[in-house]
């Protein structure tokens, strides 16, 4: 195998490990982590909003370190703090230790990303960088697929389950250090200053902005409170839950056609229809009157729109900078995790002083409310089609 093989693979299972197991797994085994250590609804939001936290501070540093230090060590660093992260999950004894925990794995989700795109830069050639990154952003839907089947073999022992992952993510720290390439620094690094200074805030990044914001914290419904929806609605355990992992995990694969769709229809069509769909798929799951195979269905079109939304803010922000596309890529993504952030602890809130249906009710229609936020002329750049086409085949947020 040459080694842009190699760093395919190697990327692949580091954004299923740090995505797939470190980040989006707790939502999956929350009802078993809430029956052993007697979890509200609120501090299940919270714990899982400080997942989402840390990816944000993570993902910042990570690109600050990559250009520093380059993609091994940054790359590196992400399976290990993904690793010790999942370790202090499956042996938290107290809620407290348990959110401490969640919040270290999950920002190896941040720290994940920048590496493998420096890394891919410099040691693919150009007309296969855009397979090569295809490939790693795959990883985020097939870690899902796979902690499905984990929770379905293991049942209720979910601390057995997050020391497997952890075990994965060290594996996948050794095979970093060997396939990712150290120096990135000069590749990846911009010469131009003004590159380090945060862009104006310009109508159409303003409007990114609200639209990922809203996207991201609507989302929360399912990627932290699935699992606990599927057992209030419909009495399932692990094995139901690791079901509609695999549904949303399977269906997110999907996205690898963001970029054709986007160019094909426009930014703003699919913003709409994947909006809707993200709220049909949260309001398939959480309604009262729901059925197995409209939680499944929901299951399936919440993956789908939630990979095909990363890749439409992707465009969105790219287009909107044509000059500084990572910077674009950051906005977008960085805005979504905050959104998680706020939108879980909301999420549960809810659940305790409200009820189910309202919380579900109130985040489908933020979902919809993000399409208010038009892209408006973003798309129309000149430099659309080949700059957000290349950065949307690059897409490792999901």
Avoid at 281 to 286: C, D, E, Q, T
Wanted: proline share 4%; charged share 10%; glycine share 12%.
């Amino acid at each position: 195998m040459s080694p842009s093989l190699y760093l395919g693979a190697t990327g692949f299972g580091l954004i299923a490990v740090c995505y797939g197991f470190a980040r989006f797994a707790f939502g999956l085994f929350l009802p078993q982590i809430d029956a052993d250590l007697s979890l509200s609804s609120t501090l299940n939001g919270l714990i899982s909003g400080g997942a989402f936290l840390g990816y944000c501070v993570a993902i910042v540093l990570s690109a600050y370190l990559t250009e520093r230090i380059g993609a091994r060590a940054v790359a590196v660093a992400a399976a290990l703090v993904a690793a010790v992260g999942m370790v202090g999950i499956a042996v938290a004894p107290s809620p407290l230790l348990l959110a401490m925990a969640v919040m270290l794995a999950g920002s190896s989700t941040g720290l994940a990303s920048p590496p493998m795109a420096a890394a891919v830069a410099v040691i693919v050639r150009p007309d296969r960088q855009g397979a090569t990154n295809t490939i790693i952003n795959a990883g985020t839907g097939a870690g899902v697929v796979l902690s499905g089947p984990v929770a379905l073999l293991m049942g209720g022992q979910w601390r057995l389950a997050f020391a497997t992952f952890a075990a994965c993510a060290f594996l996948m720290a050794i095979a970093a250090a060997l396939c990712v390439p150290s120096s990135t620094k000069s590749r990846t690094q911009s010469t131009s200053k003004s590159a380090h200074n945060f862009p104006p805030l310009t109508s159409t990044l303003r409007r990114l902005i609200i639209a990922s914001f809203l996207m991201g914290a609507s989302s929360t419904a399912l990627w932290s409170f699935g699992s606990q929806l599927v057992s209030l609605r419909l009495g399932w355990s692990s094995t139901g839950a690791g079901l509609l992992w695999i549904a949303i995990g399977a269906a997110g694969i999907a996205g690898v056609f963001a970029g054709s769709l986007i160019t094909r229809f426009g930014v703003d069509r699919m913003h709409w229809i994947f909006l809707g769909a993200l709220a049909a798929g949260i309001a398939l799951v959480g309604f009262e009157s729901t059925t197995p195979v409209l939680t499944l269905s929901g299951g399936i079109l919440f993956g789908v729109a939630y990979i095909m939304l990363t890749g439409v803010y992707l465009v969105w922000g790219v287009s909107a900078l044509p000059d500084r596309p990572a910077t674009g890529l950051m906005i977008g993504f960085l805005t979504i995790a905050i959104g998680q952030t706020v939108g879980a602890p909301i999420f549960g809130l809810l659940m305790d002083q409200l009820s189910i249906d309202y919380a579900v009710i109130i985040f489908a229609c933020l979902a919809f409310t993000a399409g208010l936020a038009k892209a408006g002329n973003a798309q129309r750049d000149p430099c659309y089609n080949r700059q957000a086409r290349l950065a949307v085949s690059r897409n490792s947020e999901r």
